[in-house]
């Protein structure tokens, strides 16, 4: 069964740092891309970033700068260090397994999610 777990969320003023970890079990970790996805309240959700096997990443406009995806496959773990946090980032984070791509439907499994909340 696999599971997907996020935390490090939290609330943090404008212009702060977080870093969302999201443990992995129950699947072949470094085989699978890691994405993260963003929901914000009474939008869809959205892809934020994605790493592939090799390391490559991919990001969503925009956090461009000021996020960043890494991964540990030794833990299997990814995380999102997000800097200079802004009000709109406000929003429940998921992490999700699946392939280098940035659109919901390319992800197979997923998290719970953890909540964001950025302070003006």
């Known amino acids: 069964q696999v599971q997907l777990v996020e935390s490090g969320g939290g609330l943090v003023q404008a212009g702060g740092s977080l870093r969302l970890s999201c443990a992995a079990s129950g699947l072949a970790f470094s085989t699978y891309a890691m994405g993260w996805f963003r929901q914000a309240p009474g939008k869809e959700r959205e892809f934020v970033a994605v790493?592939?096997?090799?390391?490559?990443?991919r990001y969503a406009d925009s956090v461009k700068g000021r996020f960043t995806i890494s991964r540990d496959n030794a833990k299997n773990t990814v995380y999102l260090q997000m800097n200079n946090l802004k009000p709109e980032d406000t929003a429940v984070y998921y992490c999700a397994a699946g392939a280098f791509r940035t659109t919901l439907t390319d992800f197979s499994s997923w998290g719970q999610g953890t909540q964001v909340t950025v302070s003006s």
């Open positions: 790493i592939g096997l090799s390391g490559g990443t």
